[in-house]
């Protein structure tokens, strides 16, 4: 059965839709707020933000995060910063550039409401995170400071050192932790939530994993939100961190929620490239160094020479050759792309060739060390932390590396699933990016679901139960829920097979690096779609995951969110499948220009897919529903950043 | 070219907080450009086909900034290299043949969970008594409307870069919790924004973080264990700005600075 | 306040320490709290290196022989007289100097107790210390020889009962019989380094302790510490050398 997937865009002119939105949704008076229970599962920028927000609003707010913190969230490593349409420079910015950065930025693939509503909600962001003591950099007469990111031709981006994400992190989290303080929101830290409570095509709750005691619990709420983070760690290697995991949007997936363009994922241009086989993960280079560092390989393949004695003629700085308008702030995809091709051509540097150099010798020469160090100073020596390198003397090498995903749950305008009272936010929903995200976009989006769009939004949902108590949790929905999460965990437990959960982590996630990764081939698609299940099948049969079911059990965590990530990935390789035209991060090698631009087929594709869960059988059984994307502000054209 | 180190690892083993702990021994060979906890992995990795439990330990994002990660290091808050949080420790620190004995946070205000796990929810609730700026969500006027001198936006960057791994509590030979709590006051206290709670907070955060923690004797060594090297000089505003909590009549003269 | 987290064992914050102590008298309340106690330390800590620094200036009047020494010893009764009767001013000071220790003696000892509770389980390897002193780890130890010292200071220069040859009112002799005899000199000297030792770290804690923190002089606190330390133990030890090498006689 197919979905009827209705955004509930507003009618009216684009910058009005918003306001208009916000007027004709029902409001709950302040007194009836505290009889409504809603649950937040994940404490990120989207999570905090939106608990802290609904809190102060006077609703009960439980918060459920599988860190012992709520302040350990993801969101917290995101290093540049963040957009706001503050026009704070005067050169030109305005909330529509915005808007249009990022459409244009996302490849035309994102909704021009909900694009719309971001641009306008940055500005109040910046307003609010100042408010609460957010340390952003400031110019020496007080006022704050702006720098340039990729994809952008003004400097709208505000940031606090490397650790903008951090920063308003904490912000969210001190908000949230005043509303504890004041009783609205309660606090379950190391739980991690295992499923959607669905009944009568409403999401009542969730049942959640304790971490510590390893006991399956239920909690019934009128209205659920994920604000679970992304799925970069399908592909094992990413820059997310080690928990990152797809669990709570796949099982939500599951119960009825469609999951939108899971192929949609964003490769970041300047990360370090690993350096073995036991590499956890990737760091990431914050894309803030674009704006000083030069990007260049050797002209030569059998280039040997060390950097320093290459001269500038046998240098190929291929960014700004390809696209000299942009040049070496290109965005992430392209960027990312161009240095896929050198490193493929043979011209990759390192000791494994699989990098390409970030140079700051001439802004160094220019500006001085010193100014060099006191805008990057903290990103400079993580990297010579990790690399042993000294990157002031030798050129940083990077290359691109899974970072950000631009897919997730199908939401409407409000926010909403495709299950009525499950709403989705931040990096958990699909719908502000399109095919790539913008630098400095994905901590404007978090704030703004969490801040501005859910507590209006969720109130307006909420309006129309005013009376009902939350469901039981002795309710059969919930009673099934719980047995089918304990049953999974048992299982897992009692296979007791021959290789390790990261060693199956490990192999999908080169599955999906080779063959869904920055280039995609119908072929290798296809390989993919065969031997993903084959994987998954192993998985089931060999894992082998020691300790009990019961108490704190690491492995068990991991297998648990690997199971998911099984299925995810069969989805996002069947989606990329589909996809039969290049756009954003999603670059299909059949579909490109005579340059090796990527090749939007604006005809066929100009839509959302948005997959049902149909079965085990994830490729057969997935059922694809569009979203038809209409343009009526922006003209859709070949994203050019020559 | 990473070269092959030869380790000893001794590791303490506990299965809860209730049971005895001790230390246990293994052998292992990992490449000198994997990190400490890369090298934790590859144990576990041995362990598991082996039929033992791993060892469990508290790490994220594996790039400095959550503050999960943890480890007492051969007698150091996240080992020896200064300003460096454990999952951004290099086994290149280390040399062939070395025995690294690897330890929990020991203080009773961080519990063990099991192993190297312990339970950091102390400073959750330090926060929570104090630690924002209440402003509800759409109250907030322009940003620009409060000018903040560079110097005190910089400082208060100084103090807000601390990530709340805990490595203070975990290397002060007291297991004080000053430089957390001073840190994440001074962020705010320093800001023009922070002003009119000013003293409510400090008086709030400090005698919270007293409920759980030990005494500030000045030794200087959270600031040495500190990943983000933030200074005992936090430690000092924060004991001034208490006396002052302490002195001033805030029903007559507000929040207002004293003497 | 109500319930603010879902309160699991190994999930909440544990009990240490118990809620603070309320009280109408904000001072009660200062107290209480450990870095009020600090507070209290530094402010005391203070008063007493006054009194060692005039006690240390006092006793170089030994070198200008019998008769001024005596008469300085007696100007100390005599102080402000005849404002106040005889004795009085002295003993107003001597009262403030065991108000001084007790406070600081007693906020130490609590403290110590707050911090032995804060670690029960010690580490079960060795630390591998970076910043701790000498002087910061063993505060506790030098204090105690000290007060220890204190007691046999007074009672052997005082009360007199630690020395034979104590006679009343003969200030330069009993202290020239006292430090002939090469233990009680050792005795003198070994504390006197204690007190050094004790003032180095206590020196620069005070700036911390009471919020003295100034980037501009933040490096010579370090120093005036130090320079403290040893211009008071230094010299305090040369009285017992001059008098064994018979320079004071």
Redesign the interface.
Known sequence: MALTLDSKTPEGPLADKWDKHKFDLKLVAPHNRRKFEVIVVGSGLAGA?AA??LG?AGYNV?VFTY????????S??AQGGINGA?N?KNDGDSIQRLFYDTIKGGDYRSRESNVYRLAQSSV?I????????V??????????DNRSFGGAQVSRTFY??G?T???LL?GA???L??Q????TV??????DMQDVVVHDGRAVGITAR?L??GEISAHSAHAVLLATGGYGNVYFLS?N???CNVTATWRAHKKGAAFANPCFTQIHPTCIPP??E????L??MSESLRNDGRIWVPSAMEETRAPGEIQDADRDYFLERKYPAFGNLVPRDVASRNAKIVVDEGRGVG?LKNGVYLDFADSIGRLGKETIKARYGNLF??YE????EDPYSVPMRIYPATHYTMGGLWVDYNLQTTVPGLFALGEANFSDHGANRLGASALMQGLADG??VA?STVAGYLSGLLGDAPVETSHEAFTSSLASTQDMVDQLVAIKG?K?P??YHRELGKLVWDYCGMSRSKAGLETALSEIPALREEFWKEV?V??SGN??N??LEKALRIADFMEMAELKVSDALHREESCGGHFREEHQTPEGEALRDDEDFAYVAAWEYGGPDIHKDSILNKEPLIFDNVKLSQRSYK | MSTTLNLKLKVWRQESADDVGAFEYYDVAVADDASFLEMLDYVNEGLILDDREPIAFDHDCREGICGSCSLMIDGQAHGPQKGTATCQLFMRKFSDGDEIVVEPWRAAGFPLVKDLAVNRAAFDRIIEAGGYISVNTGAAPDANITLVPKEAADAAMDAAACIGCGACVAACPNSAGNLFTAAKLQHLNLLPQGQPERLARTEAMVEKMEEFFGSCTNHGECQEACPKEISVDFIAMMNRDYLKAKLANRKRSGQKKFG | MTQATESRPGADAPEVNGPPKQSRFWIVEFYSSAIGKKWVMALTGIGLMGFVLVHMVGNLKMFLGRTEFDHYAESLRTLLYPIFPHGVVLWIFRIGLIVMFGFHIHSAYTLTRMNHRARPIKYQSPRDYVAVTFASRTMRWTGIIIGLYLIFHLADLTWGFANPDFVRGAAYDNLVASFERWPIAIIYILANIALGIHLFHGGWSIFQSTGMNNPRYNSARRGFAAGFAILVAGINCLFPIAVLAGVVH
Do not use: C
């Open positions: 933000a802290a927000s102060e439980s860190h012992d913190s709520p302040r350990r969230a993801h917290i490593a503050k704070y109040n910046i307003d609010q995170a100042t408010a609460q003591g340390p952003f950099a400031r110019e020496y007469g007080g006022l704050l606090a050192r650790q994400g951090q920063q904490l989290y001190q908000a932790a005043r504890i303080q004041l009783g309660t606090l379950y830290n190391r739980m304790d510590l005691t820059t961190a080690k928990a350096a073995d036991f590499q956890s993960k760091t990431l000791s020596d993580m932390r990790i690399t042993g801040y501005f507590p021959t390790t990261d060693h082998k020691l300790g108490g704190f690491q492995s």
